[in-house]
């Protein structure tokens, strides 16, 4: 039997970096992205959906 699995992740901005981390393993590693960077994949993630 498969088990669905949430994948939630937490996403923050501190100045000019954006800090992306698995919210069910806070002590785990984070994946650090420039703002602008995260800007042009957000809006990228956008368009898809349109």
Known sequence: MLR???IAA???QRD????V?????????????SASWWADFVGGLMRLRA
């Open 4 to 6: 669905k699995q949430r």
């Open 10 to 12: 937490e996403v923050a």
């Open 16 to 19: 000019v970096v954006v800090g």
């Open 21 to 33: 981390r698995d919210s069910k393993d806070p002590g785990g590693g984070v994946l650090v992205f």
